[in-house]
């Protein structure tokens, strides 16, 4: 997936109000850019170099410009617009990247549960559904484990909502997936944030124990695109 216009840099002076950040222009002055991006961002902005962003160039919008990489002092990068996960999963389901996620057909944001949920893809293989949950993460907890990635980075009702539905759906004779969906270069494998989220933890373990799968696929990022290349291991 390439980026729609080309990523320019800049020094980050803050994020604040969950959907601004300001950054430091050549010229001195202080530009406020969009974050697209709802949640925690825990420790995306700890150790930064620089932020990525592009110009819409649409003199409509207030802030014309948006968030999209974080580059930090070791030259790892996060993709901290949320929106991308389910394009990025979008476009491997097309191109048929990945076995594990092999399909006849699926559609995208059907409505599902008893809890009035939306299910990111339903896949269809051999007459049987397959619904498949996307998540994004960018949380890497570096003093709990060297390259060790984390799902929730705040707690999430939302989430765990979700793990109720997967699992009723498994329950019913369908089969559902948990899927990660890695937008960090330094993320090397996944686990459920038990010391962030113990309630989603719980409906994780007892998610799993009921027959729904979990699997995480990682993006490989630069400035000019990003995608999904690989999977990494998930640590129950």
């Not at 002076?13 to 850019?33: C, E, H, N, S, W």
């Not at 802030?63 to 580059?71: D, I, M």
């Not at 051999?126 to 949950?133: A, C, G, L, Q």
Request: with cysteine; proline share 3%.
């Amino acid at each position: 997936m390439k980026f729609e216009q080309p990523l320019q840099s800049a020094p980050l002076i803050k994020r604040y109000k969950r959907f601004l950040t300001d950054i430091a222009m050549p010229d001195g002055q202080v530009m406020t850019i969009h974050c697209p991006n709802t949640g925690s961002m825990r420790h995306c902005l700890d150790d930064v170099k620089q932020v990525w962003y592009w110009d819409s160039h649409n003199p409509k919008r207030k802030y014309p410009c948006t968030l999209e990489l974080v580059e930090t002092n070791d030259g790892e990068l996060i993709g901290v617009n949320t929106g991308r996960a389910n394009a990025l999963v979008k476009e491997a389901l097309m191109a048929g990247r990945f076995d594990v996620l092999e399909h006849d057909d699926f559609k995208a944001e059907v409505k599902y549960g008893s809890e009035n949920s939306r299910i990111d893809f339903l896949l269809t293989k051999d007459d049987r559904s397959i619904y498949v949950e996307v998540k994004s993460v960018t949380l890497l907890e570096s003093d709990l484990g060297s390259g060790r990635g984390y799902f929730p980075d705040a707690v999430s009702s939302r989430g765990t909502k979700h793990l109720r539905e997967l699992t009723a759906q498994v329950q019913q004779g369908d089969r559902a997936i948990l899927l990660f969906c890695v937008q960090h270069t330094g993320i090397e494998t996944v686990s459920v944030a038990e010391h962030i989220d113990p309630t989603y933890t719980q409906a994780f373990q007892e998610a799993i124990g009921a027959g729904v799968e979990v699997m995480a696929l990682s993006a490989s990022i630069d400035s000019q695109q990003i995608e999904l290349t690989r999977q990494l291991e998930v640590i129950l």
